[in-house]
């Protein structure tokens, strides 16, 4: 792991959103008392998101670091996936409380104030949210924390949920059409709501225990094409019913190991334990649980009867 994944943990990321965000949300606030743009209340209201987000976001990573203990032998790593839902949760019911609040303005639209001071308060908190995004983006990858990557799309959505609030407010300022500052904050709406079921979608697909990324799939593969060994056509060491999952920042997978029933068992675990060496270290992040049969024996699952 690199210094900069050391020291930037999702934690400490975590922490900065939460500064972040109640920065945001006092410069946000005042560009919209001194406008009295309903673009720019969308726009607050979006940062009131990424702070509860974040706290809750703080919360489940610090769950999901804990270790392994009697009540949860396999860890607490899908409390990351709770984070992401709630935030995908909060993005919504935000858009929806833009699309009420714009929806009324639409039909009475209001005169815009200063509006010079307001969009610079929106570039400045923009400026912000870009930068964190950007640096959580790297660090999410570093970890494979989907809370990070959660947060970090929540930002970037922020930011151009700003883009769109200053480049509607500056047509309303150059052509004196009242109503695009409410067209606008509903355009914004429609598209956090988009992030907003995407994050669920993302959620859900964790809890359901989905199987790992196409390349972390691909690197497990070579690996045991590594150790598979054949003599004369016929197989000495052989490996099926490989499966996979993810839950938060840890990969599984389980497999059956085929040998030759003469083997001892010394030997055979000893081989064993070479192989789970060689992907752990080949996946970072990886558990592997790899069952002994002899060569001539096969394991049968989905049996109708197994479910009785």
């Keep these: ?21 109640l920065i945001t949300i006092t410069l946000k606030t005042l560009a919209w008392w001194i406008t009295d743009s309903v673009g720019l209340l969308s726009d607050a209201m979006e940062s009131l998101v990424n702070l509860a987000s974040a706290v809750f976001g703080l919360a489940m990573v610090t769950i999901a670091a804990r270790p392994a203990d009697e009540d949860h032998p396999y860890g607490h790593h899908k409390a990351e996936y709770f984070s992401s839902g709630f935030e995908g949760i909060l993005i919504i019911v935000a858009a929806l409380g833009i699309f009420w609040t714009a929806g009324h303005r639409l039909f009475d639209p209001q005169p815009l104030e200063q509006v010079g001071w307001g969009l610079a308060l929106s570039v400045a908190s923009s400026a912000l949210n870009g930068l964190l995004a950007w ?14 990557e959660a ?9 151009w949920t700003s883009v769109g609030v200053v480049v509607g407010i500056a047509l309303v300022h150059f052509t004196g059409w009242l109503w695009l500052d409410a067209l606008v ?42 150790f598979a060994h054949q003599r004369e056509g016929v197989d000495i ?3 099926d019913h490989v499966s996979t999952r993810r839950a938060g920042q840890r990969r599984f997978v389980d497999m059956h190991m085929h040998m030759p029933a003469s083997w001892s068992l010394g030997r055979a675990a000893a081989v064993r334990g070479s192989v789970e060496q060689a ?24 049996d109708p009867r197994d479910l009785k």
């Excluded at 792991?1 to 965000?21: E, G, W």
């Excluded at 080949?282 to 592997?288: C, E, H, I, K």
Aim: no cysteine; glycine share 6%; hydrophobic share 50%.
């Design 135 to 148: 640096v959580m983006f790297g660090a999410a990858r570093e970890h494979r924390s989907i809370a990070l």
């Design 185 to 226: 904050a509903m355009g914004v709406a429609a598209n956090i709501l988009k992030e907003g079921f995407h994050l669920i979608w993302r959620s859900s697909q964790g809890l359901m225990d989905e199987a790992v990324e196409p390349e972390v799939m691909t690197t497990i593969q070579q690996t045991l094409d590594g």
């Design 1 to 21: 792991m690199t210094f900069s994944a050391r020291f930037l943990t999702p934690q400490r990321l975590l922490m900065a959103s939460v500064v972040v965000a």
């Design 279 to 302: 992907l752990m270290s080949a996946v970072p992040g990886l558990r592997a649980t790899i069952q002994l049969l002899p060569s001539d024996v096969e394991a049968h699952f989905d």
């Design 151 to 159: 947060d970090a799309k929540h930002l970037v959505t922020d930011v």
């Design 237 to 239: 060491v052989r490996f």
